[in-house]
């Protein structure tokens, strides 16, 4: 578990959960105590842990779960999640589908809606490809860089899975670099659902080789 991200607004704590190394992020407000998990991945325990830890009273004020698509490693905890703190849940268009897998209501958002909590707003960007309803959350605060939470879309060295089928390749890629590359500046923070940390000005200077290699 660790602290990857504190400003005057918010604290980002992350913490890799089951053997696909998910990562699970926390965000809490330092306004209102209030809580924001994105993508309940596995490991109840670690999560509730994690939540405490990020709080700045030591007690879990959870509010939001904001889960960036539907397979099925990125939702383990959500249902458990969800039902012990009451948080309402929310995601992309896979939103049907994790309700109806999960069992919670899931409720819907859509390409640049605003979602968050007291203290904190995050935009949602559409990212269709890895699945038809993945989704990024952006987190913007003035004089800190801007936060990326993509989820299987975009990691250190490519754009997500899309299982080598070039309509979906092309969808995703094309999505990220208009959406996240052509929007935001080098020292952006993407903070994927697996592995490490980087930012769009690491990344930026290989898309044409990810275009070229078709993944």
Not at 105 to 127: A, F, M, Q, R
Not at 145 to 153: A, K
Not at 185 to 198: E, F, Q, R, W
Request: charged content about 15%.
């Amino acid at each position: 578990m660790a602290i990857v991200f504190e400003s005057p607004n918010v604290v980002v704590g992350q913490v890799s959960v089951s053997g696909m190394d998910n990562n699970v992020y926390v965000l809490s407000s330092r306004n209102s105590g209030e809580q924001i998990v994105i993508d309940a991945a596995d490991d109840l325990g670690q999560i509730e842990t994690l939540l405490r830890e990020v709080s700045l009273t030591g007690m879990a004020q959870l509010k939001l779960v904001i889960t960036t698509h539907e397979h099925f490693d990125h939702v383990r905890a959500l249902g458990p999640l969800v039902v012990s703190t009451g948080a309402r849940s929310v995601a992309g268009g896979d939103a049907p589908r994790i309700a109806a897998a999960q069992g919670v209501p899931t409720d819907e958002v859509y390409d640049g809606d605003t979602v968050g909590v007291n203290g904190i707003s995050l935009k949602v960007v559409s990212l269709v490809g890895h699945t038809a309803g993945s989704i990024a959350l952006v987190y913007e605060e003035m004089g800190y860089p801007t936060l990326l939470f993509t989820g299987d879309s975009l990691f250190p060295g490519g754009v997500g899975n899309t299982d080598h089928v070039q309509s979906r390749f092309l969808s995703l890629f094309t999505d990220v670099v208009t959406k996240l590359f052509n929007e935001y500046p080098d020292n952006t923070i993407v903070l994927p659902g697996h592995g490490a940390a980087t930012t769009l000005g690491v990344e930026r200077p290989h898309l044409d080789e990810w275009k070229l290699r078709g993944w």
